[in-house]
């Protein structure tokens, strides 16, 4: 095996592990929580402070990155996993104030660690690895995946075994064994160069076509996080027990990473323009199953929510992996392609955007299911998918002019 294929399978890894940290506390840390009487919305609030200071720090990471150093980010990132997860195994015995003050602060780090693997690894996967980095960030995709299926297992396992505490201690333990493979196998990788060409991550949204990108990037994570919080006691209402629901929850995972798997072969051969669009359809498909069809039915079938999350997981997966390929094609127009600041930027958009859907879509759930009820907000989540395409499909340039002079470096990608 060449170092640069296990460089990359380190890298796939990594993803994998660091994805757990999202699912591995799902089954157990409510039911420790319910136990000392913390309220149901604090618990909530904590979930949602990993995404919120992932999205908070997201920018400067990948603006920084090139001074920072890819190695130094990806590692520091990883051990802020670790912590993360080690904080949480000391928290049962801890006194209510004290357990909701760890929490928050194993989920800040947690949030920082990840997005900061995140953005280092697709920079390296975009930059170093030329025409395979398309099947190389789908492949990252099937990791992450895996991950948020082999979390809530793992977790199960071992709670089994060692207990609450067990479960953290030993979680985090792998991280702390695998940072110093990591080290070694990112010692090669692109690390800081002469920056002609300083690339901020919020300029990149002048450009219309990554917007646009950006967009439906974040309506793909915003629908997949909507059902987190919302689809569970809808499915409750109509009849259904909370094994179905486990059982729909496992299903939506498993076609996400199906879908990524397959973008695999697909991303570099189909047209992305068409593959966005398809997204957003598949996403609508699944709200109308979900929602507006099955409130029409008195008796609803199991395989009404397994069609409807399998459609929306599917069309999520494309709609979360396509835009960044798409943003670094877009960036391969510029003059200075060849300078890893595009990739750092870029990646550090992709994240924010992912990270902003993670935050957005639970809100949505909260607010709209609470107003309007389900089936109502998934016909409006979809009915906005329409609008969308209708943007995206009228203003999304699909081909470009060639930069040829100076003018050109008047670019609105470059400060």
């Known amino acids: 095996m060449r170092f640069e294929d296990f460089r990359l399978l380190s890298i796939f890894f990594s993803t994998m592990l660091i994805n757990q940290i999202y699912t591995v506390i799902a089954p157990f840390y409510p039911l420790v929580a319910e136990k000392k009487g913390i309220a149901q919305w604090v618990v909530g609030l904590i979930f949602t402070v990993m995404p919120l200071s992932g999205c908070l720090v997201a920018s400067q990471i990948g603006k920084n990155l090139s001074y920072l150093g890819r190695r130094n980010t990806y590692t520091g990132g990883m051990l802020l996993g670790g912590i993360s997860l080690a904080i949480l195994a000391f928290i049962p015995e801890a006194t209510n104030a004290t357990f909701i003050l760890m929490s928050i602060i194993s989920r800040i780090l947690g949030g920082i660690g990840m997005v900061s693997v995140y953005i280092t690894g697709l920079a390296i996967i975009s930059s170093d690895y030329g025409d395979k980095r398309e099947r190389n960030i789908s492949i990252l995709e099937v990791f992450a995946g895996l991950g948020l299926m082999v979390g809530p297992s793992f977790g199960t396992l071992c709670y089994a075994l060692v207990g609450f505490t067990g479960i953290f201690l030993f979680s985090s333990t792998l991280f702390f064994m695998f940072t110093p493979c990591l080290w070694y196998t990112l010692s090669e990788s692109t690390e800081f160069q002469e920056v002609k060409v300083n690339t901020a991550c919020w300029k990149l949204l002048k450009n219309k076509n990554i917007l646009l ?187 470009h002019l060639l930069i040829s002079s100076e003018e050109d470096l008047e670019h609105p990608l470059l400060i």
């Open 213 to 399: 990108d950006v967009l439906v990037g974040l309506y793909s994570s915003t629908t997949y996080n909507y059902f987190d919080p919302s689809l569970g006691p809808y499915m409750i209402s109509l009849g259904f027990t909370e094994h179905d629901v486990g059982y729909v929850f496992i299903i939506a995972t498993l076609a996400y990473t199906v879908g990524s798997f397959g973008l695999v072969f697909l991303l570099s051969r189909a047209n992305k323009f068409y593959l966005m669009i398809w997204s957003i359809v598949m996403i609508m498909l699944g709200e109308i199953v979900l929602g507006l069809i099955g409130g029409f039915m008195d008796t609803v079938p199991f395989w009404i929510p397994v069609l409807g999350i399998c459609l929306a997981s599917l069309g999520a997966s494309v709609g979360f992996v396509t835009p960044l390929p798409s943003m670094l094609s877009e960036a391969d127009m510029l003059p200075h392609k060849d300078i890893d600041m595009n990739p750092d930027a870029l990646s550090a958009l992709f994240t924010m955007e992912v990270t902003m859907g993670e935050i957005i879509g639970p809100m949505m759930a909260g607010f709209l299911v609470q107003f309007i009820g389900f089936e109502l907000s998934s016909t409006s989540i979809a009915i906005i998918g329409a609008i969308l395409i209708v943007i995206y499909g009228t203003m999304r340039r699909t081909k």
